[in-house]
């Protein structure tokens, strides 16, 4: 028997005309955290920009600003995993792997500042309370996490030099993380020209010399 898409979508918990709207309020709390800055983001904001007549709309698809962000959050790293993760993928050696890394993490900032921005002040608006989104602290040990493997890996392989691989991996991040700063600071800054002399440059702190 055939079952429509709508009704499978309402047995999953939410209509299509839910989802759009939870879609439509995680927008606009992107786009706002974006320009205005994780601690001055408000219900009023969001809902200001997303169009809706009151921050009850809000309420109504989302219990908290915690649960919110969490989406929010979710919903960036989607989009990074989706922009990243083929890159890395297709990349045929494990230095390769590296190099698509960082290099399409800052193509994924060029393309995607208002994600990127929105995720770091959401990271540093949190960090030090109690509702710290939970897909904030995943998505840091995830991508560390990530970096180690890809350097194991290629140390099994000989192609990175004897390099103590979460050490490396924590440099590779920071400097990532720290390019995203600079460039909030620094309108301008060519991410694809930075992207391409970062990984020159852990490239060769992690060649193998064989």
């Known amino acids: 028997m055939l079952v429509s898409a709508k009704r499978v979508s309402e047995q999953g918990g939410r209509t299509f005309t839910e989802e759009a709207r939870r879609a439509q309020i995680v927008r606009a709390a992107i786009d706002t955290v974006a320009e205005h800055g994780y601690p001055n983001t408000s219900f009023s904001k969001i809902a200001q920009r997303a169009g809706l007549s009151s921050t009850g709309m809000i309420s109504y698809y989302f219990a908290g600003k915690a649960e919110l962000f969490d989406e929010v959050v979710a919903t960036v790293l989607r989009a990074a995993e989706e922009f990243v993760g083929p890159r890395i993928q297709h990349a045929p050696t494990y230095r390769a792997k590296l190099r698509a890394y960082i290099e399409s993490n800052l193509d994924f900032m ?39 493997d890809c350097l194991d890996k290629g140390l099994a392989a000989g192609e990175f030099a004897d390099v103590e691989p979460r050490v490396m991996a924590v440099a590779i991040r920071g400097a990532i993380d720290n390019t995203l ?3 909030k600071l620094t309108p301008g800054v060519d991410l694809e020209s930075y992207g391409s002399k970062l990984a020159d440059i852990f490239d060769r702190a992690t060649r193998s010399a064989s």
Do not use: C, M
């Open 110 to 148: 060029a393309k995607y500042p208002g994600h990127t921005l929105a995720l770091a002040e959401i990271v540093i608006g949190t960090r030090d309370r109690d509702n710290v989104p939970v897909g904030a602290i995943n998505q840091a040990t995830a991508s560390i996490d990530a970096l180690v």
């Open 181 to 183: 700063r600079h460039h």
